[in-house]
């Protein structure tokens, strides 16, 4: 079955705690992307990867990193979290065609204490 | 600025009743496509239309059906005869060539369908 897979779904934390959101596809996408969802501001991009070591800054980049060193990966990492990154945070892919269109991984629930 | 307007932030409607949820979006490009998404409470995007700028033929699929008008820059969606089950959180999209094709998405529209 052709999916976006993100773990975990929920994960609690400490300010300061490094931890990594991991994302995967297995549909050979080349684009991938996060974003993360807040109440009455929608979703917004944080990072976008075009290709393998090809990634760029999204409309809210500050506070995280991604790396994309094989295609099917993505992950999201934050190096000191804070309380102002509690969110709801999604995974995304696509092929060269956008007709076919965007695939979402399932989201995950952080919350930083 | 914000590429796509849901101006409807909350609706609430009453089981059979319609509704349409208004998307006015913004581009430059000649190129683009929308989308339309739902977000019921379990939390995980459905996608529900993906429209390119040179289809502007409406959309029917079941109860639900799509109003695309480039003159006016919007890409309604109309829930007939609404169920509890439409009660969900929808996200108009804007995928435009100038940005790569990033989704840009509006604030979405929560809506409430009361038996």
């Known amino acids: 079955e052709a999916q976006v897979t993100q773990n975990p779904r929920y994960l609690i934390t400490v300010t300061g705690k490094k931890l990594t959101v991991t994302c995967s596809q297995n549909m050979n996408h080349e684009y991938m992307s996060w974003y993360r969802q807040d109440p009455g501001l929608g979703l917004r991009q944080i990072y976008y990867?075009?290709?393998?070591?090809?990634?760029d800054k999204g409309d809210v980049p500050e506070g995280y990193k991604v790396s994309r060193k094989e295609k099917r990966n993505f992950p999201l990492i934050l190096e000191s979290p804070s309380p102002n990154q509690t969110s709801l945070y999604f995974c995304?892919?696509?092929?060269?065609?956008?007709?076919?269109?965007?695939?979402f991984g399932s989201g995950t629930r952080l919350t930083v204490v | 600025a914000q590429k796509v307007t849901q101006a409807q932030t909350e609706i609430s409607v009453v089981e059979k009743e319609d509704v349409t949820l208004d998307c006015v979006y913004e581009t430059r490009d000649t190129t683009y496509y929308l989308f339309w998404y739902k977000q019921p409470p379990s939390g995980e995007l459905v996608f529900l239309i993906r429209?390119?700028?040179?289809?502007?033929q409406n959309e029917i699929s079941g109860r639900y059906s799509w109003n695309f008008q480039k003159s006016t820059s919007s890409f309604n969606f109309t829930i007939t005869a609404s169920q509890v089950v439409d009660s969900a959180v929808y996200f108009c999209a804007l995928s435009e060539l100038y940005s790569g094709y990033a989704l840009n998405f509006g604030k979405g529209t929560s809506l409430l369908v009361t038996p």
């Open positions: 995304a892919s696509r092929g060269d065609r956008l007709d076919y269109g965007y695939t």
């Open positions: 990867s075009m290709n393998v070591e090809v990634t």
């Open positions: 429209r390119n700028s040179f289809d502007e």
